[in-house]
């Protein structure tokens, strides 16, 4: 790297204002000297505060819930009723991108072409 920085990826969409998730440094835990784990390779990173995330079982289609989410798009019905969801007393982004979520929450992108 040119200035020999580290680069930490996350990820977003226009209809979460946009992000979603992020990796960070990891960070040492002053209490009892236990790493905070905050980026793993290959992942777009853990669920901004507030956010939720969630991998639909039969398509693998990335869900995103959260006050980031916009209202819907302008004088589009259809399209709202098709993107946005209501599962569990909760609103979903139906995204349309594939993903997965490791044991720790990590997002990992599956490419769909």
Do not use: C
Not at 6 to 33: H, I, Q
Not at 35 to 53: C, E, F, M, R
Not at 96 to 101: A, I, N
Request: charged share 25%; glycine share 8%; proline share 5%.
């Amino acid at each position: 790297l040119k200035f020999n920085q580290d680069v930490y990826v996350g990820f977003g969409v226009t209809e979460a204002s946009p992000a979603v998730s992020v990796n960070v440094m990891d960070k040492l835990d002053p209490d009892d000297f236990r790493v905070q784990i905050g980026h793993k390779p290959d992942s777009v990173g853990l669920a901004l505060p507030g956010t939720l995330i969630k991998i639909d079982a039969g398509s693998n289609e990335i869900r995103i819930s959260g006050p980031q989410l916009t209202q819907g798009y302008l004088n589009q019905p259809d399209l709202n009723a098709e993107k946005f969801i209501d599962e569990d007393n909760t609103r979903w982004f139906r995204t349309e991108m594939s993903g997965s979520l490791d044991e720790d929450g990590f997002l990992y992108l599956i490419n769909n072409y």
